[in-house]
């Protein structure tokens, strides 16, 4: 029997090969992973060419920062719940393997055994991301201290998921047969927030002196002895990364395995939750794929009733209907009712922070704000995905409906652009609250006030550019994208998104190239006859010619999908 | 009211239909059946928009499906086999979506009776996700019949219903055709083909093997003589009715 699995998985990966191969015959897939291995080489070749020979990954201050990373992942992951992907079982395995007569922790290996697939293949463009000198030895070292690194996170989610999903099924018996995980697990989560208490106002100062002097605030305060010791374990899976030397990697390497193996006994022995989450997991993964017979699980609501302006009539633009249903689906979701009540409650405490309390916390938490935005320009299309990524599963429905291929395209990316710049027009407003009573902004009140609504202006058209990419991408090459709810997340698939947020966002920057030389070129122009005034016809120039590149994707993309063959997108999600 | 001619359809070099041609007049149920792969799904997807022809053409009402797809779908409904339903909206929300796709106008009038009519107004407010399979298929079946279609195209439509929702649906079916809709439905229960279809279509590895309605069918060799539809059809796609099942 053990000898099935071992066969399930060479099979399984065999036959996988064969058809993304066979993928490679149509010439879409073929350009474009010759233009991505091509750019990817370039950059790599660029980065060896300029970083010094022979210098190691920079030591102290990445194995602070990389430890308190990965500290607050693990928080977060213990939380607000962790990436359900390595534990879903499709349904053939549900049904073949869980009625076998398997133990669970054959099946838990068996599942662990998989998921190395997925971290090896990461390991892989870790080892060429990362920056360190180019030696065969070293290469070697590195890809081993990220292998040791990714599979101890992965197991800890893993291990995280079995004792939330416990507690969630069993109340207070769970809680009691998970007490000792809870114990470490709360000791983590105090002790974070008791350090950050303590060390609040060095950090402050530090932020207060820029970058370097948040780093080194952040250094003195790691070192400190409660800190130091709390970290220790995340700076003990991060050391044999830093390590200078073959035999400090070494040396370095042993307390990371033993957490490695520390963490694989944990989850190998929480065989009874493990069933739980599984079958947990594996109903969410049968209802994106969208299995005959499996019926679709309930969403976990905030509430059913929905904002009055979210009410649709009859009449109008008929692809309406698919923005106001794209809507509905965030506007119901519980993590959209908390994003939008922590922005009020943010916006409200930075009013009486900026003027009652600490100016130089406002000024901070602006700043961060403003960051966040900033970030979510690259990053948001990635994480917002209410739109044809999620519904590309149902393109025979969509099909079905009389409308235009570009009427979908273009409404089902309205719904995630609306979204993300209501979040990053969100996080302004937070900001531009926080620096209302600074005394050190350079930009007075007016000015602040014409960059926000100038954001307001230039935000929509640049997240619907970014959306149409990802939609793009989904709909030319759905065997390379994540379809369906939710996204590929964990640390597993942390080099993917990454390598994927690079390539999407360099397609962004060349979408707003045109746009930002043209603006450019209208405001030089007119600069010395209108002054600031010139940023007027500037921007009319931008937002003209970005419309133009939209209307000319949304009709490309609009024609594709007219072509798109719903059974290929079913079958190449099926494959995983 | 429903045209095809020449309709191919193939999957890389694997034919899925071949030279297909009949029409659906008003008021007529055509039955499409057949074996397993035989190609009743991929004609009825490719008569609702949702594939793609490689060949031939399909009117639905006088509109071309290729030309001007938007005319034409919006006189025809789809109904697949499997009620596929949006996880964040109500059976309400569907149906308004619905009628906003299809420009219903009297959607707000029309809603309640509706939702009698199915037995799903104790409903309105669930989620997919809390109905039974049965009752998903009873608002999928809904969502088609709100615009009123002049076109009905039905995907082996009593699976997952109960005995009342069979009947209902058979009902249905024969009400809908008698107000002039033009009704297509593939299934593999020939009882319900036979009880409920004015013609016959039946297709084997692709191509229409037989059209006509039953009795024509029935008396088109007197070899059929004397025999039921279901042995009939076992002869037309070659096999032995004799045979160990």
Redesign the interface.
């Known amino acids: 029997m053990k000898g099935a699995f071992p066969y399930l998985i060479r099979q399984s990966v065999r036959n996988w090969s064969i058809l993304r191969l066979r993928q490679l015959r149509s010439p879409r897939y073929l350009v474009a992973l010759v233009l991505g291995l091509g750019y990817l080489w370039a950059v790599l070749a660029q980065r060896h060419s300029s970083s010094p020979p022979g210098g190691p990954m920079p030591g102290p201050w990445l194995e602070t920062l990389g430890g308190l990373g990965i500290a607050v992942a693990v928080a977060w992951s213990w939380l607000f719940g962790v990436e359900r992907r390595a534990l879903a079982f499709s349904p053939a395995e549900v049904t073949l393997l869980f009625t076998a007569p398997v133990t669970r922790r054959w099946l838990i290996q068996y599942k662990l055994l998989r998921n190395q697939l997925l971290i090896l293949l990461n390991v892989v463009l870790w080892t060429a991301l990362l920056p360190g000198e180019g030696g065969g030895g070293s290469s070697l070292r590195r890809a081993v201290s990220v292998w040791v690194l990714l599979t101890t996170l992965s197991l800890h989610r893993l291990g995280a998921s079995f004792v939330r999903t416990s507690l969630g099924e069993h109340g207070r018996f769970g809680l009691r047969r998970r007490a000792g995980s809870l114990f470490l697990g709360t000791t983590l989560l105090l002790g974070l927030a008791w350090t950050t208490r303590d060390a609040f106002s060095a950090l402050l100062a530090g932020w207060g002196r820029g970058l370097g002097g948040l780093i080194t605030a952040l250094e003195a305060v790691a070192a400190s002895p409660v800190p130091h010791l709390l970290l220790l374990p995340f700076v003990t899976m991060v050391r044999p990364l830093t390590a200078p030397s073959g035999a400090a990697w070494a040396h370095a390497l042993i307390p990371a395995l033993f957490f490695l193996v520390a963490h694989f006994v944990w989850v190998v022995r929480s065989d009874s939750a493990f069933e739980e989450a599984a079958a947990d997991a594996s109903l969410h993964r049968a209802?994106e794929i969208?299995s005959?017979g499996v019926?679709?699980?309930?969403?976990r609501?905030a509430h059913?009733r929905v904002p009055a302006l979210l009410t649709?009539?009859?009449?109008?633009w008929?692809a309406?209907?698919v923005l106001?249903?794209n809507l509905?689906?965030v506007a119901?979701?519980r993590r959209a009712r908390e994003v939008t009540g922590l922005f009020l409650v943010a916006g409200g405490a930075m009013i009486l922070i900026t003027f009652f309390g600490d100016a130089r916390l406002a000024d901070a938490v602006g700043w961060l704000a403003v960051m966040w935005a900033g970030v979510l320009v690259v990053v948001g299309p990635q994480w917002v995905r209410n739109d044809l990524r999620n519904d590309l599963l149902?393109?025979?429905?969509l099909?079905?409906?009389?409308?235009?291929g570009r009427s979908v395209v273009a409404a089902e990316v309205a719904a995630s652009s609306a979204v993300l710049t209501a979040a990053q027009l969100g996080l302004l407003g937070v900001a531009y609250l926080a620096f209302l009573g600074s005394r050190e902004m350079e930009l007075g009140l007016l000015s602040r006030t014409l960059l926000l609504l100038g954001t307001a202006i230039y935000l929509p058209g640049i997240n619907y550019a970014g959306m149409l990419i990802q939609n793009g991408a989904a709909l030319l090459f759905p065997a390379w994208v994540h379809l369906g709810?939710g996204r590929p997340g964990g640390v597993e698939a942390l080099g993917q998104s990454m390598l994927m947020t690079i390539v999407l966002a360099a397609a962004l920057a060349l979408v707003l190239l045109a746009p930002t030389l043209l603006g450019a070129g209208v405001f030089l122009l007119l600069d010395s006859l209108m002054g600031l005034g010139a940023i007027v016809p500037a921007t009319v120039g931008f937002v003209i010619v970005l419309a133009g590149e939209i209307a000319f994707m949304v009709r490309w993309l609009g024609a594709i999908l007219?072509?798109t063959?719903?059974?290929t997108v079913a079958f190449v999600h099926a494959l995983g | 009211m429903i045209v095809v001619d020449g309709l191919d359809k193939l999957y890389g070099d694997v034919p899925a239909v071949q030279g297909l041609a009949f029409r659906v007049e008003p008021g007529e149920v055509l039955g499409l059946v057949g074996p397993n792969g035989a190609g009743k799904t991929t004609t009825i997807r490719s008569l609702g928009g949702i594939i793609r022809p490689t060949r031939g053409t399909i009117r639905i009402g006088g509109y071309d499906l290729g030309t001007d797809p938007v005319a034409a779908k919006s006189l025809l409904a789809f109904v697949p086999d499997e009620p596929h339903l949006f996880d964040y909206l109500t059976v309400e929300e569907h149906f308004r979506f619905v009628g906003r796709l299809y420009q219903v106008g009297d959607i707000a009038d029309r809603l309640p009776g509706l939702l009698k009519e199915l037995e799903l107004d104790e409903k309105r407010d669930a989620l997919p996700g809390e109905l039974s399979r049965g009752m998903r298929q009873k608002v999928a079946i809904g969502c088609g019949l709100l615009h009123r279609p002049k076109a009905l195209l039905l995907d082996e439509p009593l699976t997952g219903l109960d005995p009342i929702g069979i009947r209902r649906m058979k009902a249905t079916i024969v009400q809908r055709a008698a107000e002039g809709a033009a009704v297509i439905l593939s299934s593999h229960l020939l009882h319900l083909v036979e009880e409920v279809c004015t013609r016959v279509l039946i297709m084997h590895r692709g191509c229409a093997v037989a059209l006509g309605s039953v009795s024509a069918i029935m008396a088109s060799s007197p070899d059929f003589a004397g025999r039921s539809l279901e042995e009939v059809f076992l002869a037309l796609v070659g096999q032995d009715a004799t045979a160990e099942p």
């Open positions: 209802r969208g005959r019926a679709p699980a309930v969403p609501l059913r649709l009539g009859p009449s109008g008929p309406g209907a106001w249903k509905i689906a119901r979701t149902m393109l025979d429905v099909r079905s409906y009389p409308l235009r709810a007219e072509r063959e719903p059974l």
